[in-house]
């Protein structure tokens, strides 16, 4: 087992199979499953096949494993930031119900995963069970590759397999036999079956029912695509995992998720790969039965969230899924009902105008199915027959044979509901029932509507009194409201489980946007045509008091105010609501644009439209720049010193938006206009004459009239005591039911210009406007249009390639629509609407709420399930077989194998070719030592002979060497001696490589021994590195750069250790060192970065961090314990920079406590706060604003150099009652996510702050976690 385990460390799979794995060897299970395990977690993929080929997986998938398995994914991997946001910060691990959780979310609310509805999984706690100690279980022999489909299949059913017994082991010596069974299920077309014959014990039940789907969705989830492969080749369907495995996949790459480029094409590429396989298998589906690859896209799959082929295809967006023919066909059935649907649609319009002749023109499927479907009958039951003969001897027979791969369409296709001819009242039904009919039903009325709302707003719609709306005004109003009624049915049915969800499935249709918008402007302009007119006064314009004032006055300060009489304001009122009702039809008729969606030459046209709206949005706001910039330039040169106003912005915008089109207003610009225009500014704006000239008018009281010119109890105003006068001249005809008040005098000698009120202002003739007017012009119709006309290209280029695809995509949504969608249409589908009300309550009442299918969802029976299921595996078998020799013949393997092959040949050759070589100089060293071993005896006789070597010499050592230990014993020594006497501390975070937010920043290594500066290290030669956003920063807030400088210069500029103006450059820990230079030495040592990196300062930064903490309690009130002592909570932020959780805090130039604590909590509320700090939260804050210094000192932060490094001090406001406890927290400034984090010991936070919560604790006594 040792050897397997190195074997698997080494990744050397050739020797596992050629020496660990033989024939006289045995092994205990349960160790193998430790081994898959590991093997698993590395993603060692030919060890996971090999050792499923010895272990059973029903044994292997413990709820404990699965729970290992997700609680054991990497912290940089996508699949951990994806449970991270789902657990319970409650719990220390995953559970189960987390990772259904996540699945719904990646899926949709549609899907409902069995980790979610299923209470075996949903309830369990992890914590318990990963604490708690595996069971061991034994496994049986080598299982056949070809068996476990069949075997499995036996588990599913009674949800129990019988297991061997405990004593029995794995043997190599099944290898043969195991191979001669994988090599025939892959060498003939159909999977061969042969008995199991091993000992057996009673039944048990296995944690999970289909083991490799729990594998496969965590190796989709973890992005392993063999690894998913492998296990998809386990699996209990085929094309339901493919297009699950699709839809999580691409939506893991949502930016909510992760933004690296290079992780979300590998993602994209696996996703795809699984559509392939999904498109495939259907195929061959399609290929060998086309009735059953149709029940496959509609049956229900309890075992991937109770959904159907078909509705995972749609939610996964895969075009060329649902484009396949079988698809299709199944949407084409489904549109025509039970009616042929090769006659004609004349015949159809004809019968819906006509009812009573769709007996003679309509032709239903089952009158020219009939015959044909019971000569089917007889020949199946004759094969039957035939096939019942071969069950006796199974062995050596294919699935084809025994029945497998044909009963399955002799029970699906025996439907009696179908076998008899329809009787009249069945032939309507089904005629009415069709979604074509309802379709073709709708439009006709849809047309009728729209002509008859066009009617109403072009030749009937006058300002009416209330009592006298004309009949087709109520009927359109009542139309309108069954169009609302049926939108409200369509949001409540959508196929979700959250209201939260089908409000965002239904506006996520652009159609059902349009819809609500037509609605809801038809609302306010029919509530403008019969709101009560008594209660509408309104003030006269400036427009028109210039004029009546250019009429009646030539010396007079003046203000005007004037009632509006009723007919008049009916009259506005009406004008109102015709232009929001127009509005309402124009929409009404874009409506019909969802309707060409059915025709084939105008559906992608419609995708094309809506491709180029988005790129037209784009690039709507890149003009609006080119718009905005000229247009503001253009009439602040031409008409200076407006007044604001919403006009002006109109005024501002209209002339360059149409000169992009060609209108240049070129007369304006060069003065060509003057004598219908005026330059005097009084004329232009009388408004503003009024305003500066008018006399006070005062009530009675002393207080101002209202906007109508009389005071609050109805008497007169008065000007300087005299009462209201009419002038004289005043015209009696102008507004005869008007009421006309003045307030004047001739006191002031301002005279009113005689000119036209209606003329407007003149430009200012410049000669830059024209030149201006080029450039833009170039700019606009010239460079800007034609990227836009290359945009719309490259849009219709993609669609028109895709065309088909497209179009028969549009199919599923509308002819679900239409099959849900009742078949009466508006206005009388209000009928339709009280029956299924009154349905409804009848179920809830009867409390039958049960789903019996219908023609996109069905259910089978059991045995019908698992019929299709084989027989969807044995066609992906094909798949896959056809895939393989498709991939052998490709050239790129070929040349590959090619390579490979004549790699292996060449070096065998080379070593054939040295062989003689290698022999003779073998040859020549034995040779070689012989000689010198003679020589060598010869020397030694010699020596004793001549009394030379009686003893043998002794090398005396030196003595001042000392060895590489002692060295290093020395040197540990040394720093061990120094660590003490900086308090035990050494920086760590500030030591690691890259540099904080600079990737190719790599600091110089520095190893342990090396850290302080005390220590001598001549080869020290640390990279010098300062930001540029810290070089260019602006003076004041963050020092020059001094590395330059002379050691004067930084003296005269700099006083580090003290007092610097209004900057501390002083040190929490004493006098820090400068180096010769003069610059600032780290006080806790090397870093292997000098410069200043990401920091503003030299010397310390100080910075101030606020931690609010409070005990962590029970929804009950009590305190959560463990270990006996109460359980910590502090509020954590979300750095936006880094993605880490650190503590509330921000930099400061100083290290004195006056006024800190203002400060620390002023850093809380616009970190964890942002702009919801309600004044409960500042009256809950202000409760516990006496905090308590618990860390004032070095901060190990990753952007620490050798020159700058962090001094931080740390503020806990705790609150020992529950103040705090309904405060309402939201991300405030550079913060992603903020909330109540578990105080632990073992916390992973942003620079230092894991030690201030370590502080924390020990402060307070809390549990460490």
Not at 469 to 492: G, K, M, N, S
Not at 674 to 691: A, N
Not at 709 to 716: H, I, M
């Amino acid at each position: 087992m040792n050897q397997l385990k190195l074997a698997l460390a080494w990744n050397r799979i050739d020797v596992v199979r050629e020496e660990i794995f033989t024939e006289d060897k045995s092994w205990d299970s349960k160790e193998l499953e430790d081994i898959l395990l590991t093997a698993l977690m590395q993603n060692k993929i030919d060890f996971v096949e090999l050792l499923m080929d010895y272990i059973h997986l029903g044994n292997f998938v413990t709820k404990k494993r699965l729970l290992e398995l997700y609680n054991e994914v990497p912290s940089n991997h996508l699949l951990y930031r994806i449970l991270l946001a789902q657990k319970d910060k409650d719990k220390a691990t995953v559970s189960l119900a987390t990772v259904g959780e996540a699945i719904q979310n990646l899926v949709g609310d549609f899907f409902n995963p069995l980790y979610l509805r299923d209470a075996r999984y949903n309830a369990l706690d992890s914590d318990t069970i990963l604490a708690r100690r595996p069971k061991t279980t034994r496994g049986g022999r080598r299982l056949k590759r070809g068996m476990t489909f069949m075997r499995r299949e036996e588990s599913s059913d009674s949800e129990t397999e019988e297991v061997p017994t405990d004593t029995a082991v794995i043997s190599t010596n099944d290898v043969g036999s195991a191979i001669n069974s994988k090599f025939l299920s892959t060498s003939k077309n159909k999977t061969q079956v042969a008995p199991h014959t091993s000992s057996r014990k009673p039944k048990r039940v296995y944690d999970f029912d289909w083991p490799a789907r729990e594998l496969f969705i965590w190796a989709v989830l973890m992005r392993r695509s063999e690894l998913a492969l492998l296990f998809l080749r386990e699996e209990k369907y085929a094309i339901a995992p493919a297009l699950f495995a699709s839809i999580i996949l691409r939506n893991m790459t949502h930016q909510t998720y992760t933004i690296d480029a290079e992780v979300i094409e590998e993602t994209q590429q696996m996703a795809r790969e699984f559509e392939g396989i999904a498109i495939g298998v259907l195929g061959e589906c399609f290929t060998a039965d086309e009735f059953k690859s149709k029940t496959l896209l509609i049956r229900v799959i309890p075992s991937y969230g109770e959904t159907t082929l078909l509705q995972l295809a749609v939610e996964a967006d895969n075009k060329e899924f649902v484009s396949h023919q079988a698809c299709q066909n199944l949407l084409n059935n489904i549109w025509w009902g039970k009616m042929d649907e090769l006659q004609g649609e004349w015949r159809l319009l004809v019968s819906l105008v006509i009812p009573p002749l769709l007996f003679a023109l309509i032709h239903f499927r089952n009158e020219e199915e009939l015959l044909e479907r019971k000569l089917m009958r007889q020949k199946r039951a004759s094969r039957k027959k035939r096939m019942k003969a071969l069950e006796n001897n199974p062995v050596g027979t294919t699935l084809d044979e025994r029945g497998f791969n044909n009963d399955t369409a002799d029970d699906l296709e025996d439907d009696p509901t179908e076998d008899e001819v329809l009787t009249c009242g069945e032939k309507i039904v089904a005629f009415f029932n069709a979604p074509k009919v309802t379709f073709m039903a709708n439009t006709i009325f849809y047309l009728g509507f729209l002509l008859l709302f066009t009617y109403m707003m072009v030749c009937d719609f006058h300002p009416n009194d209330v009592a006298s709306y004309t009949a087709v005004e109520i009927i359109v109003a009542i139309w309108v409201i069954t169009l609302f009624i049926e939108e409200l049915r369509q949001f409540w049915v959508a196929e979700t489980n959250s209201f939260k969800m089908k409000i965002v499935n239904y506006f996520s249709d652009v159609w059902n946007l349009v819809d609500i918008a037509t609605v809801i402007l038809f609302v306010i302009g029919f509530t403008l045509r019969i709101i009560d007119h008594e209660s509408i006064v309104t003030q006269l314009t400036y427009n028109r008091r210039e004029e009546l004032l250019a009429e009646s006055l030539d010396k007079h300060d003046a203000w005007l105010y004037y009632r509006k009489t009723d007919d008049e304001i009916v009259e506005d009122r009406h004008q109102y609501s015709r232009v929001i009702l127009s509005l309402a039809l124009m929409t009404f008729w874009f409506r019909i644009l969802h309707i060409f969606s059915v025709i084939r030459a105008l559906g992608p046209k419609l995708v094309m439209i809506g491709r180029m709206i988005k790129d037209l949005l784009s690039f709507g706001l890149i003009l609006a720049v080119f718009t905005a910039a000229f247009g503001i330039a253009q009439h602040a040169i031409m008409y200076p010193n407006e007044q604001p106003s919403a006009v002006l912005v109109y005024d501002i915008l209209r002339m360059p938006y149409w000169q992009m089109y060609g209108e240049l207003f070129l007369e304006d610009l060069e003065g060509q206009n003057s004598d219908s225009c005026t330059d005097d500014k009084l004329c232009f704006s009388v408004k503003d004459f009024l305003e500066d000239n008018a006399i006070n008018r005062t009530c009675a009281d002393g207080s101002l009239p209202t906007v109508l010119g009389v005071c609050s109890d109805g008497s007169t105003p008065s000007c300087y005591g005299n009462s209201f006068v009419v002038p004289a001249g005043l015209p009696e005809t102008a507004f005869p039911d008007g009421e006309f008040v003045f307030c004047y005098t001739n006191s002031s000698g301002v005279d009113i210009p005689e000119c036209d009120p209606d003329a407007p202002r003149c430009p200012i003739v410049n000669r830059v406007v024209p030149i201006m007017l080029g450039v833009y012009i170039l700019f606009t119709q010239i460079l800007m249009f034609n990227l836009l006309i290359a945009m719309f290209s490259y849009t219709f280029t993609l669609v028109q390639e895709n065309t088909d695809i497209h179009w028969k995509f549009q199919q599923y949504t509308m002819v679900k629509e239409y099959y849900t969608r009742p078949p009466i249409p508006p206005p009388f589908i209000i009928f339709n609407h009280l029956a299924l009300f009154i349905r409804f309550i009848y179920r809830k009442l009867k409390d039958n709420n049960q789903f019996t299918g219908d023609d996109f969802m069905m259910s089978l029976e059991e045995q019908h399930e698992k019929q299709l299921a084989l027989w969807e595996r044995i066609n992906f078998e094909d798949y896959s077989r056809k895939q393989q020799i498709v991939e052998e013949s490709s050239v790129e393997f070929k040349v590959t194998k090619s390579k490979n092959d004549l790699d292996c040949l060449t070096s065998t050759t080379e070593a054939m070719g040295n062989l003689p070589v290698l022999y003779d100089r073998v040859q020549q060293i034995e040779t070689r030592l012989n000689q010198t071993g003679e020589a060598l005896n010869w020397i030694m006789h010699a020596m004793a002979s001549s009394k030379m070597g009686s003893k043998p010499p002794l090398l005396k050592q030196p003595e001042d060497e000392v060895t590489r230990q002692e060295v290093l014993d020395a040197e540990e020594k040394l720093f061990n001696s120094w660590k003490a006497k900086k308090g035990g501390f050494v920086h760590i975070k500030c030591r690691a490589s890259p540099y904080w937010k600079a990737a190719k920043i790599s600091r110089f290594p520095v190893p342990l021994t090396k850290v302080y500066w005390e220590i001598d290290w001549s080869g020290y030669q640390p990279v010098h590195y300062t930001s540029d956003v810290i070089l260019l920063g602006k003076e004041g807030f963050i020092d020059p750069d001094i590395s330059k400088m002379s050691k004067t210069e930084i003296e005269l500029k700099f006083r580090f250790n003290q007092q610097d103006g209004d900057i501390c450059r002083a040190s929490f820990h004493g006098a820090y060192q400068l180096n010769n230079a003069g610059i600032p030495l780290n006080p806790f040592g090397r870093t292997g970065l000098s410069g200043r990196g990401n920091l503003g300062r030299w010397g310390p930064n100080h910075a101030l961090d606020a931690i609010v903490s409070r005990w962590k309690r029970f929804p009950n009130g009590d305190f959560e314990i463990k270990n006996d002592k109460k359980v910590l909570e502090f509020i954590g932020v979300k750095r936006t920079d880094v993605e880490e959780w650190s503590l509330p805090g921000l930099m400061t130039d100083q290290k004195n406590k006056d006024g800190k604590e203002a400060v620390a909590l002023s850093a809380i509320k616009e970190k964890a706060f942002g702009d919801c700090m309600t004044p409960d939260c500042q009256a809950a804050l202000e409760s516990i604003a006496h905090p308590v210094i618990i860390y004032e000192g070095y901060c190990d932060d990753p952007r620490n150099t050798d020159n700058a490094w962090v001094e931080t001090l740390a503020y806990n406001f705790h609150d020992e009652g529950e103040g705090t406890k309904d405060l309402n927290l939201k991300p405030g400034v550079k913060v992603s996510k903020v909330g109540w984090i578990d105080a632990s010991s073992d916390l992973l936070l942003f620079a230092g702050h894991g030690m201030i919560v370590q502080k924390l604790i020990q402060l307070h006594d809390a549990a460490t976690g």
